[in-house]
């Protein structure tokens, strides 16, 4: 029966998470686990951002991957606080990988700290992390259908983010299936359409700043 070690799985990472959600309360830091599959823009979305609020808040970042440090050397021209954490076989993050990575931060000097999941729009979306909000990202190279087929990113964010706006007239992607697969599964979901590699993020930050309090 595999049930019982699932589930003491679980529970163990929501005790570690409790504990990483109360050390990042206290230290005034708000936690965002940004989930996306590969190649839906996450790392330029976190460039992209550093470069239009960098100087109004300070923003740490723990970025998952399975193997190499391209992604954190990537963002780390921008941002001085970033933290590799290499899963190897493991397709998400959990409390503890992340635990691990806090103790590399100053999260005293942070104002923000984003978790950039490892690709996957299934694993990650289980796992609570110690984050204030989930954040979704879809991108129009992945077709329509996103929503419909990993309902659960859907259930569990508090935003959803549609990125590589500009491709939409070179790419077959019906938005109105888009949007009422999202409204179907979670009508309360806020969704913002962005692109990160031409700036278009203003209402993604407006949303991390006010979030933040800043």
């Known amino acids: 029966m595999d049930i019982p070690v699932v589930e003491n799985v679980l529970k163990l990472n929501d005790e570690v998470a409790s504990i990483n959600r109360k050390t990042l309360t206290q230290a005034g830091v708000y936690t965002v686990d940004l989930i996306g599959s ?32 391209r992604d954190a050397t990537r963002i780390s021209k921008w941002c001085p606080d970033v933290v590799q954490i290499n899963t190897g076989k493991g397709c998400h993050l959990d409390a503890n ?29 289980g796992f609570d992390l110690g984050q204030n909000s ?27 983010l549609l990125n590589k706006m500009d491709l ?19 009508p ?10 031409n700036g278009w993020i203003n209402e993604w930050c407006d949303w991390l700043l006010a979030k933040a309090g800043k």
């Not at 309360?188 to 590699?197: Q, R």
């Open 38 to 69: 590969p190649g839906s823009g996450k790392t330029s979305l976190l460039e992209a951002t550093f470069k239009q609020i960098g100087q109004k808040a300070r923003i740490g970042v723990l970025v998952g991957d399975l193997t190499t440090a």
């Open 134 to 160: 989930k954040v979704g990202l879809f991108s129009i190279a992945e077709g329509d259908d996103k929503p419909a087929k990993h309902p659960y990113i859907v259930q569990e964010a508090e935003l959803l």
């Open 168 to 186: 939409l007239p070179h790419v077959t992607f019906d938005m109105d299936i888009f949007k009422e697969d999202i409204t179907r599964i979670n």
């Open 188 to 197: 309360t979901v806020k969704l913002l359409e962005v692109c990160a590699t």
């Open 97 to 125: 990988q992340v635990r691990q990575g806090l103790d590399r931060l100053k999260l005293e000097e942070l104002d923000i700290l984003v978790i950039e999941n490892v690709g996957n729009l299934i694993c990650p979306v």
